[in-house]
């Protein structure tokens, strides 16, 4: 199985600041025939479910703001927030779907300001 | 606009069963792959069952295999988890997803989920 291990746990950010998540797999998520990495990031705001915010790494999703961008290949991950906004505060998780369907999630990472 | 909204969750004695549904709409539902998450209290995202467009192919994950079965009813729009012989760890939110057209297991959109709670 994929573990996947993201870090901070919490992070406290000032209106305006840079968030920064880091996402670790425990294989490579690098599929070569298409040179894709198989890694998502989805929000999660208090009593909500998740929404998906970006794919492929590095794609974001339909309707979400060029703030959150992602970056990362093989087994190391990052979701940036280049300016954080009060309605970014959520929790954060990558997820590989490398091995789908028996995919796996990160731990979250909590971002408050 | 897609919609899926669960039911079907509440409190179950250990060993019971439970049936919890997902209601599809805003979509051609019979097209897309379905799956299961759920997200224990104050814990993270575990992925637990997947099925097919057409219901022929099911996969679940090792926790509940044997115990938990997915089903759908294309006429009915409506997506099914079976939960037999419930333990105390299967308490939890439980969201039903749909697939991405990106990729297998990529989930775009999410139930607000129904909450199972196993307890005597």
């Known amino acids: 199985d994929i573990v996947m291990t993201q870090s901070p746990d919490f992070l406290a950010v000032s209106l305006g600041e840079r968030a920064t998540i880091t996402c670790k797999s425990s294989q490579s998520v690098l599929y070569s025939s298409n040179s894709k990495n198989y890694i998502s990031w989805y929000q999660q705001k208090p009593g909500e479910p998740p929404k998906l915010l970006i794919y492929?790494?590095?794609t974001r999703e339909s309707g979400v703001p060029d703030r959150f961008s992602g970056s990362g290949s093989g087994t190391d991950f990052t979701l940036t927030i280049s300016s954080l906004q009060a309605e970014d505060v959520a929790v954060y998780y990558c997820?590989?779907?490398?091995?789908?369907?028996?995919?796996?999630f990160g731990g979250g990472t909590k971002v408050e300001v | 606009e897609v919609q899926l909204v669960e039911s079907g969750g509440g409190l179950v004695q250990p060993g019971g069963s439970l049936r919890l549904s997902c209601a599809a709409s805003g979509f051609t539902f019979n097209t897309k792959w379905m799956h299961w998450v759920r997200q224990a209290p104050g814990k993270g995202l575990v992925w637990v069952a997947r099925i097919n467009n057409d219901g022929s192919t099911t996969t679940c994950a090792d926790s509940v295999k044997d115990r938990f079965t997915i089903s759908r009813d294309n006429a009915k729009n409506t997506l099914y988890l079976q939960m037999n012989s419930v333990r105390a760890e299967d308490t939890a939110v439980y969201y039903c997803?749909?697939?991405?057209?990106?990729?297998?297991?990529?989930?775009?959109?999410w139930g607000q989920g129904t909450l199972v709670t196993v307890s005597s």
């Open positions: 492929w790494a590095s």
């Open positions: 997820q590989q779907y490398y091995s789908a369907p028996q995919v796996s």
């Open positions: 997803a749909r697939e991405s057209r990106y990729s297998s297991s990529l989930f775009d959109y």
